[in-house]
């Protein structure tokens, strides 16, 4: 017998029945929600709102219990009080200045992080090495005084010619550190050196790192035409070798290729004179067949050297002194100008004699070779 429904009608309080639909009749798996079982739409919407006001409720409480959460210490921070502690960066700039540079002059040369121009010239490697004793040399050993610094340009290019002297061309030297740390905006002078300091081992590379270059006429201009400080000292080793009776007085200062190269750039020339180099190894002879082996144009006997040996080579600590003189413009003269010899000549005499005169004074004002 079967219901309107589809399902047999069984006895209720029979055991024997439920036997029989269990062992002879496949099990049905009734609807939850099987036809007139629905729930009540009203009530569908009511548990829906419901589960969606926990969840919210769930969610606020969470973000109340997030600023309480504990905070768990490793051993030993309660020992660091947190007022104390600074950032990375504050602990760096509190180095000394000497310190921070070096730490990141050695991580540029770890990454390749540096330039080099096309000369060779290595910028933060001479203020970072070669610099700093070069600087102890200028103002403890020979204590220089400069003077006519004014005269240097701001920028663009100048040409410095200078008298040279001293046996060892310290001079050169210390005329950069005078430039580069009394000069208006710290300009670094690009020197003109002769070839023999270019094939001297470790010097020469040295040398082309610090800003020196071949002297001759094309990187002179190059290095003009790029708003560079030249500078030239035309004596030579004329200059430097002339013997302690010579000091003080210029030799000659050749053809005049530094006024062919400041007329064709139009750059004014600065003459420069320095007191006190011609004292430091006083050359009181010339050891010739020595020199001739060696390949130099002359071997010093001086006062000290080579009887102390090495003692001998260290320079006596005479007080110097380093004037920039008034600037010689150029740019005045036609482009033609540097074929006409006579104004080369009268251009090269007028400078040489602007030295000399420079030196003259600056001697006839000093009271002795070591105290000025």
């Avoid at 009080?81 to 990375?88: H, V």
Wanted: charge should be negative; aromatic fraction near 8%; hydrophobic fraction near 40%.
């Amino acid at each position: 017998m079967s219901t309107p429904d589809g399902y047999e009608n069984t006895p209720q309080n029979s055991h024997e029945g439920e036997a029989e639909d269990v062992s002879g009749a496949e099990a049905q798996v009734i609807p939850l929600h099987g036809p007139g079982r629905e729930k009540p739409e009203a009530a569908a919407h009511a548990d829906r709102d419901l589960r969606e006001s926990e969840e919210a409720q769930e969610h606020l409480r969470q973000q109340e219990r997030r600023p309480d959460a504990p905070v768990v210490e490793f051993p030993g921070a309660a020992r660091i009080s947190p007022a104390k502690t600074r950032p990375a960066v504050e602990a760096a700039d509190a180095l000394p200045a000497s310190l921070k540079a070096a730490l990141g002059f050695l991580r540029d040369r770890l990454t390749g992080d540096y330039t080099v121009d096309e000369f060779g010239f290595d910028a933060e490697l001479t203020d970072t090495l070669l610099m700093p004793p070069l600087r102890a040399l200028y103002d403890k050993w020979f204590r220089v005084d400069t003077f006519g610094v004014e005269n240097l340009p701001t920028d663009g290019g100048a040409l410095l010619v200078s008298n040279h002297s001293g046996t060892i061309p310290l001079d050169a030297l210390m005329t950069s550190v005078a430039v580069h740390d009394h000069a208006p905006g710290n300009r670094h002078l690009r020197g003109l050196g002769a070839d023999l300091v270019f094939q001297v081992p470790l010097v020469g590379s040295f040398a082309r790192k610090s800003g020196q270059t071949l002297a001759c006429n094309a990187d002179a201009e190059r290095l003009l035409r790029k708003g560079e400080l030249v500078g030239v000292w035309p004596e030579g080793f004329k200059g430097i070798g002339k013997p302690f009776s010579s000091r003080y007085k210029l030799q000659r200062f050749g053809r005049g290729g530094f006024v062919s190269a400041a007329l064709r750039t139009g750059v004014p020339i600065i003459p420069v004179s320095v007191i006190g180099a011609e004292e430091i190894y006083p050359k009181i002879g010339d050891i010739k067949l020595l020199a001739r082996l060696l390949g130099l144009p002359y071997f010093p006997v001086t006062p000290l050297f080579p009887l102390l040996g090495p003692l001998g080579a260290i320079p006596l600590p005479t007080k110097w002194s380093i004037e920039f003189g008034e600037p010689i413009r150029t740019d005045s003269y036609d482009a033609d100008a540097v074929d006409d010899p006579m104004l080369v000549f009268t251009l090269t005499d007028q400078v040489r004699e602007s030295i000399q005169q420079s030196l003259y004074k600056r001697l006839s004002q000093r009271k002795s070779v070591f105290k000025g």
